[in-house]
């Protein structure tokens, strides 16, 4: 298997095809980059930006430069001795525009009766035969909308087929639509009464059954002939906790890539870990970013922060959240649990629906994989029973309908043998989890909003040194090939936002009179998320007026505390975007900002640099995502999805392989010179010579600031990093803090300085010109 040894992320969409991305290819190999890492690039919906809602599985989109565009980026990356990987979607299809999805198309016009009907996950006994389309709005009689045209029924923008033999001349469109194998209905009705598995609350993403061996190939005919063909090397899985068999799927997908590099984009909760018998490398990084960035966060700062705006403890929220998820968004999900139910289980539905919500929002991770993870079933059922005792014979009894393994032990049942419930359990709470903790909770907790990223846990503040080595060494022997990642297309805040705010930490106090005074200047009525709101716009400052606002937006209606998406409060909303203009516009407030930014810049650019060091050169398979190889101050998506202005990052790399010698180390500052310049040399030491990346050790640190240089050597690059840099500053500095290495020549990458070592390399001397080392020994040979 070829396995890369740093990948980057780009993506594709209409405004960049795949031959904007072989016309990259070369920056890309300059920059040391080995893999290209595509966004999903199969046909999706009409003018879609990200690739997840993907219509016809058959075909490379055209409007992302189609076969010849792929077959363009593969021919280049290889000649260049690069590698492509790429996302594809397994879980659901696109069917905001039903004509432009052949499958869904035809379960529309022939019902069960269609080859695809077996393809989607539709409950038909739910709905008397027929698929609920939520589509209809608000009006008194919106079916008097219908119209028929040319053999179709439309109702505004909204094509969908005519069943044959459900049309007579003289018939109305509300007469034809009743003969039909689906039913309009109003679009508020999908979270109680939709018949159709969905992503998450999405109504236009329909879940569909990879785990029917038909489906499957036909599915994958595209990829398959990508591997046939050797025009792409790896696959990333989007959302496998959303399949039926997520270990079944993996273990077909190698037979059809024929042993390919293979990721999954699986969600670990602290301490969880991968199924060991999963045919993957390991998944796409979130739990490593977890870990990078609770290391530059002072753990002396949590008392005050976490005193400054009161909320109920993290784990109360969850369970609300969850719950609330579980009662609403997804509530047509437990209702299909209900209707899966045996008719001897002894449970009225409205008990059952009850029962099935608390252990839903009780359920510690994000799904299980029974048999693998039944005591977390177990957990979630004790920690129900103790939440609602009243529900306490209910949850015994759904606890061994859930799991048939619980009078058998582990190896009672095997997991094909599982029945429906209990699949779709899984498949149902990995969509409460995120909904309810990464699209909820992490916009209500806002303490310090750097640790609220996918797959971490907010109520987990720092790592101190000593535990992250620990991590690292277990991720050097249990998943070397594993993705590492800082930014993705997901994450709520970018690498250098989240770095900029965890500065925060180090100065509680200071942030704590900060937040008052912007709070009584320009009161929003919600302190939490102001909380949230203003170290946003701090993180990312500078930013436009506009962007500002649209994540205000965002953030507050998906926190869903003081205005909602499907019920905006105007009152509040008012409040909140006056508050953004005054950052603009109000001299005070402004002016606290720009100085308060000005107070934490340098420690946020140190931040950033070691973040990204570490995670360039820890064990694993770095992802530079799009564009990060400069500062990137992004809040979430789409603000982290926006164009890459990639001719100014050519001119600065070019610039940068010149001879001249100022260019070696270039300065830290908003150039963002030298973080490219990190990147470029990190990844071609890694690419070019990766035995020095072949194990793990920490260094040894000596000196009064110990705790402030985090350290390690991975058989050779030993890579040297500063952590909370004002509280360093505070104390005095480095001064005679040394790394304790081996007698010898070493070279530092980032600089190109040599330095000779009799045992001891001074601190001071060492980051003398940048926050950070990466050192070879230059006389080892």
């Not at 929002?361 to 957990?379: I, K, Q």
């Not at 965890?502 to 909380?531: C, H, Q, R």
Request: a negative charge; hydrophobic letters at 40%; aromatic letters at 8%.
């Amino acid at each position: 298997m070829r396995t890369p040894y740093s990948t980057y992320r780009l993506q594709i969409r209409p405004s960049f095809t795949l031959f904007d991305a072989a016309d990259l290819v070369p920056y890309l190999a300059d920059l040391g980059v080995d893999w290209i890492y595509l966004s999903p690039i199969l046909t999706a919906e009409e003018g879609s930006d990200h690739g997840y809602d993907v219509v016809d599985t058959s075909a490379v989109d055209p409007a992302r430069g189609g076969a010849e565009g792929l077959q363009a980026l593969s021919e280049a990356a290889h000649a260049a001795g690069m590698g492509v990987l790429v996302d594809i979607v397994p879980n659901h299809m696109g069917i905001a525009t039903p004509a432009s999805n052949q499958w869904w198309w035809s379960v529309l016009e022939k019902g069960r009766a269609s080859r695809y009907a077996q393809a989607f996950d539709i409950d038909w006994d739910a709905a008397d035969g027929k698929v609920r389309l939520p589509i209809l709005g608000d009006g008194d009689n919106e079916l008097a909308q219908l119209k028929l045209a040319g053999g179709e029924l439309h109702y505004y923008g909204h094509r969908l087929p005519v069943a044959e033999g459900t049309y007579a001349h003289g018939d109305s469109a509300q007469e034809v639509h009743a003969r039909q194998h689906y039913e309009l209905v109003n679009w508020r009705r999908a979270d109680n009464e939709l018949n159709y598995r969905r992503f998450f609350g999405v109504n236009t993403l329909a879940g569909i059954r990879v785990e029917e061996p038909w489906v499957f190939e036909e599915a994958h005919a595209e990829v398959r002939r990508w591997f046939e063909e050797g025009l792409v090397d790896g696959l990333r899985i989007d959302h496998p906790d959303g399949l039926a068999d997520p270990k079944g799927y993996l273990a077909r997908l190698r037979k059809l890539t024929n042993g390919a590099y293979i990721l999954v984009e699986k969600i670990l909760e602290p301490g969880e870990k991968l199924p060991a018998d999963w045919e993957t490398e390991g998944t796409t990084g979130y739990d490593a970013l977890a870990d990078v960035d609770r290391l530059f966060v002072d753990p002396a700062g949590e008392e005050t922060l976490t005193a400054l705006v009161p909320t109920e403890p993290y784990a109360d929220m969850i369970h609300g959240t969850k719950r609330g998820i579980a009662d609403k968004l997804l509530h047509s999900e437990v209702q299909r649990l209900v209707r899966l139910l045996p008719a001897d289980s002894g449970l009225d539905p409205e008990t059952a629906a009850d029962a099935l919500a608390e252990l839903l929002a009780c359920f510690p991770v994000y799904r299980s994989y029974l048999p693998e993870g039944a005591d977390y079933l177990t957990e979630a059922v004790i920690a129900a029973t103790v939440r609602r005792p009243d529900l306490g014979a209910a949850l015994g009894t759904l606890h061994g309908l859930l799991n048939p393994l619980t009078s058998g032990g582990t190896d009672a049942v095997p997991r094909q043998s599982l029945g429906e419930l209990a699949v779709r359990f899984q498949q149902t709470s990995g969509m409460v989890m995120a909904k309810g903790v990464e699209d909820t909770a992490f916009y209500r907790y806002s303490r310090l909003t750097s640790l609220n990223e996918v797959g971490a846990d907010p109520a987990h503040f720092a790592v101190a040194p000593a535990e992250l080595h620990t991590r690292l060494l277990r991720r050097q022997l249990e998943q070397p090939a594993a993705m590492t990642a800082l930014t993705t297309h997901d994450t709520k805040r970018s690498e250098d936002t989240r770095a900029r705010i965890s500065v925060l930490s180090e100065i509680p106090g200071e942030w704590s009179k900060a937040f008052s005074t912007l709070e009584a200047l320009a009161p929003m009525g919600d302190g939490s998320m102001a909380n949230l709101l203003w170290q946003g716009i701090i993180g990312a400052w500078p930013l436009s007026r506009e962007r500002a606002h649209a994540y205000a937006e965002k953030a507050s209606r998906e926190a869903g505390a003081s205005t909602r998406w499907t019920a905006p409060n105007a009152e509040f909303e008012d409040r909140m975007h006056a508050a953004v203009d005054a950052a603009f516009d109000h001299p005070e407030i402004n002016a606290l900002i720009t100085s308060l930014v000005e107070r934490i810049r340098s420690a946020g650019y140190s931040n950033s640099l070691a973040a990204k060091l570490l995670q360039l050169t820890m064990p694993g398979v770095p992802d530079v995502y799009q564009g990060t190889e400069f500062w990137d101050r992004s809040l979430v998506d789409p603000d982290n999805r926006r164009e890459v202005d990639f001719v100014r990052r050519r001119q600065v790399a070019a610039s940068l392989s010149a001879a001249d010698e100022n260019a070696m180390s270039p300065a830290v500052d908003e150039d963002a010179a030298a973080k490219l310049a990190l990147v470029a040399r990190a990844l071609q030491l890694k690419r070019g010579r990766p035995e020095l990346f072949s194990r793990y050790l920490p260094v040894v640190i000596e000196g009064p600031a110990a705790q402030h240089l985090f350290g390690f050597d991975r058989g050779g690059a030993i890579t040297l990093t500063t952590r909370l840099p004002l509280k360093l500053e505070s104390m005095g500095g480095w001064r005679d803090t040394a790394v304790a290495l081996d007698a010898g020549i070493y070279r530092d990458v980032l600089t190109g300085r040599i330095r000779k070592c009799s045992g001891r390399l001074a601190a001071v001397d060492l980051f003398d010109t940048y926050p950070v080392a990466l050192l070879v020994r230059e006389d080892s040979e």
